[in-house]
C-alpha cells in the first residue's frame, strides 16, 4: 500500500489512469517518425484561421485574467441557439462540463446510466463524483434506450447519452429520443452528448433524415442538457472550450461548481472567432463525408466491418488483437485508438484525416494487415 492511499477518498481509489491519445510529439519520440495523429478525432485541417488570428490579438491580455462570465461568447451562443444566455455555460471543454455535471447530481449511493462502448468520460467523472456508472449492453452497436430506460431507479440522478456515439459512430434518431424522454422520471437529467454535431448534422442531410430535436427540448425547459464542443469540427481540441445548453436553474447551480477564471482569454477569443468562420468548418465536413466514404470502402473490401458513421471516426472490426494491430501501426507512422479499453479488443477507431493521412494510412493499414496473423 502506498504512503497516500489511506487519505485519498475510497472512490477516488477506484478511478483509473485513463488513456488519453499520446500527443504527437511523444509518439514522435518514441520512435515512429512524422506521425499521423488519427486516435482523437481532432480536426486534420487545424484551427480557423481567425481563431488563430483572434488568439494572437489577445495574447498581449494574457497577464490579465479572462472574464470568468465568457459573457461575449456565451451570447452569441444563445443568439444562435435562440436561447436566453442564462440557459448557457461555457467550460473548459465539454469534458470539464461532464465532471461538473456528475459532481452537482451525484454523490456515493446515487448513480448515472449510460452505455457500453460509449465515451469513456462518464465512467471516470462519475466515478470521481462518488457516484456509480450503470452501464446497459448495447443493440447492434448503438445505445438501448429501452434498456437505459429500465435501468433506472430512485437513485439515478443523471443519463449519458452519446449522440453519435464514441466510438461506434452511431445515432439515436429524434422519434427514438422523444419516445425515451417520455419515459424518464423528473428526478433524472438527460445528458446529450452532441460532441460530433456538426458531423451528424452533415450527414442527415446528405442522408435525407432528421437527426436531433435537442435544442426544442431545451427550448421546452425539458430535463436536458445538451453538450456541444470546440474541440471537432471547429479544430480548437488543444484550446480547450465547450459548451452546455440546459435548463437556466440548473446551469447556475453548474456555474457554482466550475473552477473560476477556468476558460482562457485564448479560448475565448478562438471559440468567438471559430464561430463566424463557417468556411473552415465546411471544409472539415465535407472532407469528412468524402472520405470516410472512402476510407470505409477500402477497409470493407479488405474484408472487415466498417459501421455506419455520423462522426469523424470509423469503427473498425477487425477480427484480431486490435491493440498488437495498433502498435504495428504506430511503427509505420499512423496513431489510431485500439478499443481493448471498451470491451472491444478485435476493434480500433479511425479518425477520418485529410486525403493525403488517409491514403498513408490505408497503405500502413494494408502491411500491417497482411502481415498479421489476425483472423
Ligand atoms: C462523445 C464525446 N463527448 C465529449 C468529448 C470531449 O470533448 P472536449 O474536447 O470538449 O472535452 C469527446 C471527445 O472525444 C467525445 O467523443
Redesign the pocket.
Known amino acids: 500500500m502506498s504512503r497516500f492511499y489511506d487519505l485519498v477518498t475510497e472512490h477516488v481509489r477506484t478511478l483509473g489512469r485513463g488513456t488519453p491519445g499520446k500527443p504527437k510529439r511523444y509518439a514522435e519520440r518514441d520512435g515512429a517518425l512524422n506521425c499521423i495523429r488519427m486516435a ?2 481532432e480536426n486534420p485541417f487545424g484551427p480557423s484561421p481567425l481563431a488563430i488570428e483572434a488568439m494572437q490579438a489577445v495574447a498581449e491580455e494574457s497577464n490579465f485574467y479572462p472574464d470568468n462570465n465568457v459573457a461575449e461568447l456565451r451570447r452569441k451562443i444563445a443568439e444562435r441557439h435562440l436561447l436566453a444566455i442564462e440557459s448557457v455555460l461555457v467550460t473548459a ?4 462540463l ?1 465532471g461538473i455535471i456528475a459532481r452537482t447530481l451525484l454523490s456515493p449511493g446515487r448513480n448515472a446510466v449510460s452505455s457500453e462502448r ?2 469513456i ?1 462518464y465512467s471516470i467523472a462519475t466515478k470521481a463524483a462518488g457516484g456509480r456508472l450503470i452501464e446497459v449492453p448495447m443493440r447492434h452497436d448503438g445505445f438501448d434506450l429501452d434498456a437505459i430506460a429500465d435501468a433506472i431507479d430512485q437513485n439515478t440522478r443523471i443519463i449519458f447519452v ?1 449522440n ?3 466510438p461506434t459512430g452511431t445515432i439515436v434518431g429524434p422519434d427514438a429520443l422523444d419516445r425515451f424522454l417520455t419515459r424518464i422520471p423528473d428526478h433524472v437529467i438527460v445528458v446529450l ?1 452532441e ?2 454535431y456538426d458531423f451528424a448534422q452533415y450527414f442527415a442531410v446528405a442522408r435525407g433524415v432528421e437527426y436531433s430535436r435537442a435544442l426544442e427540448y431545451v427550448r421546452q425547459g425539458r430535463n436536458v442538457v445538451v ?1 456541444r ?4 469540427a471547429h479544430g480548437l ?1 488543444g484550446v ?3 459548451y452546455g445548453l440546459g435548463p437556466a436553474e440548473l446551469m447556475g447551480y453548474f456555474r457554482r461548481m466550475r473552477t473560476t477564471f477556468s476558460v482562457s482569454v485564448m479560448a475565448q477569443a478562438a471559440a468567438s472567432a471559430a464561430l463566424e468562420d463557417a468556411g473552415h468548418i465546411q471544409q472539415a465536413l465535407e472532407n469528412n463525408a468524402e472520405q470516410s466514404a472512402l476510407l470505409s470502402n477500402a477497409i470493407f473490401s479488405m474484408g472487415y466491418h466498417v459501421s455506419t458513421t455520423w462522426g469523424n471516426f470509423l469503427y473498425c472490426e477487425l477480427g484480431g488483437d486490435a491493440g498488437a494491430i495498433a502498435s504495428a501501426l504506430q511503427v509505420e507512422g499512423v496513431i489510431i485508438r485500439p478499443l481493448g479499453a471498451w470491451g472491444a479488443p478485435t476493434a480500433i477507431r479511425v479518425t477520418v484525416g485529410t486525403p493525403d493521412q488517409n491514403q498513408i494510412f490505408l497503405k500502413a493499414f494494408k502491411k500491417v494487415m497482411d502481415g498479421t496473423p489476425v483472423r
Open positions: 482523437s478525432n471543454g465539454s469534458t470539464s461532464l460509449s465515451f468520460v452519446a453519435p456515439n464514441n452528448d460532441a460530433y453538450l464542443t470546440f474541440s471537432k481540441a480547450r472550450v465547450g
